[in-house]
Nanobody, 123 residues
Framework: QVQLVESGGGMVQTGGSLTVSCEAS????????MAWYRQAPGQQRELVAV???????TYADSVKGRFTLSRGNIENTVFLQMNSLKPEDTGVYYC?????????????????WGQGTQVTVSS
């Protein structure tokens, strides 16, 4: 199983910046796509950005040009740099990681979610 540790959330004023990070640890063969989702109060969880292990990135339209997703030098870390933050970016940000590990001698796909980190943007 893979455990995710998220950090870097907090409170910032409109126009400010924050970086949230996620580190995966545990028993895995390889890490695949790494992504950040967010959930605002009363809203469904939505994809913010995802990066594949080939480095291909996809962003939600609402964050394009403001957020940058990158993987660390160690394959099991991912960073979301958030600039020009808006009040509508407020929510709990969750890291999700796809990974593979052996089970019963077969390589199988799994995913794991972090506990979430709060990001609050005040107007």
């Amino acid at each position: 199983q893979v455990q995710l540790v998220e950090s870097g959330g907090g409170m910032v004023q409109t126009g400010g910046s924050l970086t949230v990070s996620c580190e995966a640890s545990g028993n895995f063969f390889s890490i695949g796509a790494m992504a950040w989702y967010r959930q605002a109060p009363g809203q469904q969880r939505e994809l913010v950005a995802v990066i594949t292990n080939e480095g291909s990135r996809t962003y939600a339209d609402s964050v394009k040009g403001r957020f940058t997703l990158s993987r660390g030098n160690i394959e099991n870390t991912v960073f979301l740099q958030m600039n020009s933050l808006k009040p509508e970016d407020t929510g709990v940000y969750y890291c999700k990681v796809d990974y593979m590990r052996y089970l019963d001698r077969k390589l199988r796909s799994y995913d794991s979610w972090g506990q979430g980190t709060q990001v609050t943007v005040s107007s």
